[in-house]
């Protein structure tokens, strides 16, 4: 009894949704090959689902995302979606052309 009690919250903990991380990036906005899809290009090479920035970033802009790293689905499929997500640009720091596409 003592042995499926322990198992039964096992399970019941495994299938809890992850934690939020609040997270911060910076790197170019660029169109996502999905329709209406926003993604970040970061300075690490990863590659982030920002459709849900706030204001909306233009295709080719660089700037900083703050937001929750969430494990949300999305259509996107162009990496780990950040929603709720803030945008702020930051002049003075360009993007390479093929973002802006």
Known sequence: ???RLILTSVFVVAALPALAEEISVSGCAASGVEASCMILKAEDGKT???TAAQP???P???GK???TLS???SICQQG???DPAQWQVEPGRACPVETSQ
């Open 80 to 82: 780990p979606v950040i």
């Open 71 to 73: 494990d949300k689905m």
């Open 65 to 67: 995302v703050t937001g």
């Open 1 to 3: 009894m003592k042995l």
């Open 48 to 50: 982030y689902d920002i």
């Open 56 to 58: 909306a970033p233009e």
């Open 60 to 62: 080719g802009t660089y």
